[in-house]
Nanobody, 124 residues
Framework: QVQLVESGGGLVQAGGSLRLSCAAS????????MGWFRQAPGKEREFVGG????????LYADSVKGRFTISRENAKIAIYLQMNSLKPEDTGVYYC?????????????????WGQGTQVTVSS
């Protein structure tokens, strides 16, 4: 099993920045790709972005391109989500996810492990 723990959420004004962290533990050798999803109240969970562990290829949702950046830290088996120019519509619970799939896929069903989520609230 793999455990994922997110941190770094909070309340920020529109235009501000936040950095989320996700640390993996357990059978981390089975992880090939990690990603971030978010879920706003009353909405379905949506893909934010992902990163492949080998090569570092990234994929972002159109809604966050140019504002959000995902990075990884191999030694800690951790990924980060740097969020800039935040908008109220970025509000939601942000989940870290990991998969044994090597491709960075935007579908939640492709991910095998999930964190508990961290709340991000952007005020207008």
């Amino acid at each position: 099993q793999v455990q994922l723990v997110e941190s770094g959420g909070g309340l920020v004004q529109a235009g501000g920045s936040l950095r989320l962290s996700c640390a993996a533990s357990g059978r981390t050798f089975s992880i090939y790709t990690m990603g971030w999803f978010r879920q706003a109240p009353g909405k379905e969970r949506e893909f934010v972005g992902g990163i492949a562990w080998a090569g570092g290829r990234t994929l972002y949702a159109d809604s966050v391109k140019g504002r959000f950046t995902i990075s990884r830290e191999n030694a800690k088996i951790a990924i980060y989500l740097q969020m800039n120019s935040l908008k109220p519509e970025d509000t939601g619970v942000y989940y870290c996810a990991a998969t044994r799939t090597t491709a960075v896929l935007p579908r939640s069903g492709e991910y095998d492990y999930w964190g508990q989520g961290t709340q991000v609230t952007v005020s207008s």
